[in-house]
């Protein structure tokens, strides 16, 4: 008869117990103050940078081989001979429209058969 009324007492204990619990989720603050939370909450929406649109080499008619990204947002960028080359950015006309032109380069086309400088080049 001891042994139920044990049992019974303990579950009535551990009932008590985890009914004092508090089911609400403990919010942590008092930490120090961030130094930027104003100038973060009035800062302007993050632009992210262009992606790649197509990535093409072309060997042109004197043989000159010119690597060419091709960006999101109407330009590219071109290296002449290896991809370790120093890059060079190109930008689209009025509208985003070829031909892209930089100082020293103009690049028509943006497909396997492009013109650049006046040379005939193809993928």
């Given at each position: 008869m001891?042994?139920?009324l044990l049992l019974a007492a303990a579950a009535s204990a551990a009932l008590l117990t985890?009914?004092?619990c508090n089911r609400e989720p403990e919010v942590v603050g008092g930490g120090p103050a961030d130094p930027q939370a104003e100038a973060l909450k009035n800062a302007?929406?993050?632009e992210l940078p262009p992606s790649i649109a197509a990535s093409k080499q072309y060997r042109c008619s004197d043989n000159s081989l010119y690597i060419v990204d091709f960006?999101?947002?109407d330009t590219a960028t071109i290296r002449v001979g290896s991809r370790e080359?120093?890059?060079t950015?190109?930008?689209a006309g009025e509208g985003g429209a070829p031909p892209y032109t930089a100082e020293g380069y103009?690049?028509?086309g943006n497909g396997d058969n492009v013109t650049i400088n006046g040379k005939s080049c193809h993928t």
């Open positions: 001891t042994k139920p985890l009914s004092a302007p929406p993050i960006y999101s947002n080359a120093a890059r950015i190109l930008t103009s690049l028509s």
